[in-house]
């Protein structure tokens, strides 16, 4: 691991969110002398239940609970939620991809949302053809990539930063040790770094709404393991926004790399997690991917057992390790029921697709 060079200073600033959740840095300076100020927007507490981080919100003045999920492009509500809480939804315009398949969406404007003091009026947002999730929606990269983010899941917060004058690991304020990879994604609505599995090359998807870290069968197979192999057994069916599960293996690599960490002997899941994305275009008899697919998704588990920040305008992801297991792929808590269907849970993110 490299070791932390502190040198910024963290100052608290106003808070506020314009139309379009929009975060406006109304902030004048502190008079601090440090040559990089991280000026902090928001902090806001996290409800952690089990594998999902939750955000209470108030939509439309009803409360509501929101799924922070860094793996949506956007943020939506819901079917049964927009119901409940009398949004309408307009005719579907669209589908979500993600691990399952796709999922029905729809627009609609809200007459307002407040997250943790931070309230936008009259804006729009999806309403996705999902049931079953203990929440009423998804608060997606749209929300939370708008500046730079740090995921203190360990300590149940998030917090929004504006640097000043902040260059490369200064924005590492807590002063522990880090590993940085930078943001390999060509739009700004997703966290995507490289890592190695087993010293091979892997896309990995920063993803709060997967209940727990895993590996794309293919990757996995480059990797050298691949179901049937030895050691490799199999789990109960996952699954995510669209309508199909996806069986689940898990299995124990010798290496795992996020920039200079390496984890030994990690155990990890394994799956087909797109397999339902893939569809026959004309003139071809070959299913290829409606979606830019990661071939790994680092969920929730990664993110309780690390302190992440993104820098935004850098375009590199900061970790440290804050204790405890890395990759969980025993606890119940990652398998979610969902009516009608067997249980559930590797992934509650969406995608963008049409």
């Given at each position: 691991m490299?070791t932390?060079?502190?040198?910024?200073?963290?100052?608290r600033?106003?808070?506020g969110?314009?139309?379009?959740?929009?975060l406006?840095?109304l902030?004048?300076a502190t008079?601090?002398?440090a040559a990089?100020?991280l000026q902090e927007?928001?902090?806001?507490?996290?409800?952690?239940?089990?594998?999902?981080?939750?955000?209470?919100?108030?939509i439309n003045?009803?409360p509501?609970r929101m799924?922070?999920?860094s793996?949506?492009?956007?943020?939506?509500?819901?079917?049964?939620?927009a119901n409940?809480?009398?949004v309408?939804?307009?005719?579907?315009?669209g589908?979500?991809?993600?691990?399952?398949?796709?999922?029905?969406?729809g627009l609609t404007?809200?007459?307002?949302i407040s997250?943790g003091g931070?309230?936008a009026?009259?804006?729009?947002?999806f309403v996705?053809?999902?049931?079953?999730f203990?929440?009423?929606?998804l608060?997606?990269a749209?929300?939370?990539?708008?500046?730079d983010?740090e995921f203190?899941?360990p300590?149940g917060?998030?917090r929004f930063?504006?640097?000043k004058?902040?260059?490369?690991d200064?924005v590492?304020?807590?002063?522990?040790?880090?590993a940085v990879?930078?943001m390999l994604?060509a739009?700004?609505?997703?966290?995507?770094?490289?890592?190695k599995?087993?010293g091979v090359a892997v896309?990995?998807q920063?993803d709060?709404g997967?209940p727990?870290?895993?590996?794309?069968l293919?990757?996995a197979?480059?990797a050298?393991?691949?179901?049937?192999?030895p050691?490799v057994t199999?789990?109960?069916?996952?699954?995510?926004?669209?309508?199909?599960?996806?069986?689940t293996y898990?299995?124990?690599f010798?290496?795992?790399?996020f920039?200079d960490?390496?984890?030994?002997?990690?155990?990890?899941?394994l799956a087909?997690?797109?397999a339902?994305n893939?569809?026959?275009s004309?003139g071809?008899?070959?299913?290829?991917?409606?979606?830019?697919e990661?071939?790994?998704?680092?969920g929730?588990d990664f993110?309780r057992?690390?302190?992440?920040?993104?820098?935004?305008n850098?375009?590199k992801?900061?970790?440290?390790?804050?204790g405890?297991p890395?990759?969980?792929t025993t606890a119940?808590v990652?398998?979610?029921?969902?009516?009608g269907?067997?249980?559930?849970?590797?992934?509650?993110g969406t995608?963008?697709?049409?």
């Amino acid at each position: 691991m490299e070791t932390n060079n502190r040198a910024g200073v963290r100052a608290r600033g106003l808070r506020g969110l314009a139309g379009g959740l929009v975060l406006a840095a109304l902030l004048a300076a502190t008079g601090a002398r440090a040559a990089c100020q991280l000026q902090e927007l928001a902090e806001i507490n996290v409800e952690v239940h089990g594998s999902r981080f939750i955000l209470p919100a108030q939509i439309n003045d009803r409360p509501a609970r929101m799924i922070i999920d860094s793996g949506a492009f956007s943020t939506s509500l819901f079917i049964d939620a927009a119901n409940r809480l009398g949004v309408q939804a307009a005719a579907p315009i669209g589908k979500s991809y993600g691990v399952g398949g796709a999922a029905s969406l729809g627009l609609t404007t809200l007459r307002s949302i407040s997250i943790g003091g931070l309230t936008a009026r009259n804006m729009s947002l999806f309403v996705v053809e999902r049931h079953g999730f203990d929440a009423d929606g998804l608060l997606g990269a749209n929300f939370l990539l708008q500046r730079d983010i740090e995921f203190d899941l360990p300590h149940g917060k998030i917090r929004f930063f504006q640097p000043k004058g902040c260059a490369g690991d200064q924005v590492v304020y807590w002063g522990q040790a880090y590993a940085v990879a930078p943001m390999l994604s060509a739009t700004g609505l997703q966290i995507v770094v490289p890592v190695k599995v087993n010293g091979v090359a892997v896309r990995a998807q920063m993803d709060t709404g997967a209940p727990s870290s895993v590996l794309t069968l293919a990757a996995a197979a480059a990797a050298g393991l691949r179901p049937g192999a030895p050691g490799v057994t199999e789990l109960a069916d996952g699954g995510g926004i669209g309508p199909n599960t996806v069986k689940t293996y898990v299995g124990v690599f010798s290496t795992f790399s996020f920039g200079d960490e390496t984890i030994r002997a990690s155990r990890l899941e394994l799956a087909d997690m797109f397999a339902a994305n893939r569809e026959v275009s004309l003139g071809s008899n070959i299913p290829r991917s409606v979606v830019d697919e990661p071939q790994m998704l680092l969920g929730a588990d990664f993110f309780r057992s690390h302190r992440v920040y993104v820098a935004v305008n850098q375009r590199k992801v900061y970790v440290s390790y804050e204790g405890g297991p890395v990759f969980d792929t025993t606890a119940p808590v990652h398998r979610e029921t969902t009516p009608g269907k067997p249980a559930s849970g590797s992934d509650g993110g969406t995608k963008g697709g049409s």
